[in-house]
């Protein structure tokens, strides 16, 4: 895990660091934000911000709101990626001042009131950042000239862990500050997008997996209303949120883990990051799937009503919203075990059991699909039942919800097969980001990058540039896309022939309807 020091970024902001990939003689603009100046650089006719400061050091605020930037005298220079939020795994510049995002546009002070994309990544909101090559901006905002943001935010406990019942008065919010921390980043593009050519009254935000969840809580958020206009998630929902109960069970065994008593919350305040990081490996103590879940928490002041539960947020009604998933999510998640593509009839119970992640009789889930499917393997039953239970099951409850409630909604599933690993990881998941961002190309990018992909990409690139420009996901080359509605269940079925599907794994769809949804975190 590496740390940002104060020394190194006041090295880079005052130019005495070259910043990497950036040559000397390219261009580069100044752009004005309400805090201060920043300088870019140019990529082809792409302005490119990154590491732009949207909030202050979080550090002396650790699990409290997020404050504004301060202003800074000069000229800051935004060459490179902020600081990813403290986190378990690989990311590599990790930090907890890092309230940053990414801005790509066509143009500065040009009056010409662009759609705005922003994205907002996955990782189960315990990590990941917005500097991933996949999120590039440049050829989305090239093809649609549009404004493209990234944001990161703070992650895991450092985002939601709940301390509000355990004494600490001021901590009231802690359960949802890396929410609040992207409300921040909503309001900071309202106020300094014009800047960059953008229009503040047409923001899309869109994210995958954790990102789409998180869009989906702010779709429920008061604080949120009025701060986007369209909204796209991919494999990303959030039905219900934590209850302030597991919440605080949650925090409990995080302190557990790091030998604290619940009488000694205010230590968390000045503990080392890489104990508190280390500690996040802990049991979840709710739902025995794996660590503890950090997520958004109903705490009555963020947060007042599950996302979509009872039914979907009226607050959101009105916003035109993209709705979507792959077909093979799973592959990405259990395609890591070779044992998974080896079971047996024999064996296939036992596996499939505890990994649907809802009650359910394994065998005659294995009976349904094999009468659906009789070409099927076990392994494709595994794959194909629990991507239905688990992962799809979220999005058709918001879907449905959205379209009982007469929202504008569109859906889509990605049919369209990764070459990846002789292509047994089928349309897994993430495999529509580098689709949406028009990156077939790009360093982690599992699409391929021939005729096939480019084509998909195209497609399912501008029905997102389009949702963004006009609340409508047509355009010229996509087949009618009818907005969802019930019994149809009109579908976009992206492949190498995209084609529009009413009701597509209708037959899946009943048999997981029989049983109640457990969202992970609830």
């Known amino acids: 895990m590496t740390f940002v020091t104060r020394r190194a970024v006041l090295a880079v902001s005052s130019g005495l660091l070259a910043p990497a990939g950036v040559a000397r003689g390219a261009e580069h603009p100044v752009a004005r934000t309400k805090a201060g100046r920043v300088r870019g650089y140019t990529e082809g006719p792409v302005k490119v911000f990154k590491g732009v400061r949207y909030g202050a050091d979080t550090k002396p605020r650790r699990f409290l709101p997020p404050s504004p930037p301060r202003p800074w005298p000069g000229v800051l220079e935004a060459y490179d990626y902020g600081p990813a939020s403290p986190q378990p ?3 590599p510049n990790q930090s907890e001042d890092c309230l940053f995002l990414n801005v790509w ?20 909101y315990s990590t990941g950042s917005g500097s ?7 050829r989305l905002a090239r093809r649609g000239d549009v404004v493209v943001v990234t944001v990161n935010h703070r992650l895991n406990a450092f985002g939601y862990a709940y301390l509000a019942r355990l004494g600490a008065s001021d901590l009231a919010d802690s359960g949802n500050v890396g929410q609040i921390d992207l409300l921040l980043a909503l309001r900071w593009v309202r106020d300094n997008i014009a800047e960059f050519g953008g229009d503040p009254t047409r923001v899309m935000v869109f994210g995958q997996s954790g990102g789409g969840a998180k869009i989906a809580t ?10 986007f206009h369209r909204a796209a998630t991919m494999s990303g929902q959030q039905v219900t949120a934590s209850g302030p109960l597991n919440a ?43 660590a503890i879940y950090f997520g958004p928490v109903l705490d009555e002041r963020t947060l007042r009503r599950h996302p979509f539960y009872p039914d979907a947020p009226a607050q959101s009604a009105a916003i035109p919203m993209i709705l979507g998933n792959t077909h093979d999510e799973t592959r990405a998640f259990l395609g890591g075990d070779e044992s998974n593509f080896t079971v047996g009839w024999d064996g296939l119970a036992a596996k499939l059991g505890p990994n649907m992640r ?8 294995i009976a349904r699909y094999r009468e659906l499917y009789p070409h099927y393997s076990p392994s494709d039953v595994l794959f194909s039942a629990t991507t239905a239970s688990r992962s799809w099951r979220g999005a058709v409850i918001e879907a449905e919800l959205r379209a009982q409630q007469g929202a504008p909604t ?7 097969p990764s070459p990846a690993e002789g292509g047994r990881l089928k349309a897994f998941h993430t495999l529509d980001i580098p689709l949406v961002f028009d990156n077939t190309a790009a360093p982690g990018a599992r699409t391929g990058d021939g005729p096939e992909a480019r084509r998909v990409a195209t497609l399912m690139s501008e029905a997102f540039l389009a949702l963004a420009r006009t609340g409508d996901p047509n355009h010229r080359a996509l087949p009618r896309w009818s907005p969802y509605s019930l019994p149809r269940r009109p579908t976009m079925v992206f492949d190498v022939e995209t084609r529009l599907v009413d009701d597509p794994r209708g037959e899946e769809r009943e048999l997981f309807a029989k049983v109640p949804y ?3 975190g609830t």
């Open 518 to 520: 457990v969202q992970p």
């Open 248 to 290: 605080t069970q949650r925090t409990l065994a995080w302190l557990d883990a790091l030998k604290l008593r619940p009488d000694q919350t205010d230590e968390l305040r000045t503990l080392p990051v890489e104990r508190l990081v280390d500690a996040l490996g802990a049991r979840d103590p709710v739902l025995p799937f794996g």
């Open 105 to 124: 546009t066509p143009g500065l002070r040009d009056g010409a009131r662009r759609p705005v994309m922003v994205y907002f990544h996955g990782g189960a």
């Open 358 to 365: 809802v009650d359910i009789s394994p065998e005659l889930v």
């Open 132 to 138: 991933s090559p996949l999120y590039d901006g440049v």
């Open 89 to 91: 795994g690989p990311e």
């Open 218 to 227: 702010l779709m429920a958020t008061p604080a949120a209303a009025g701060l």
């Open 410 to 416: 569109w859906a889509y599933q990605l049919d369209f």
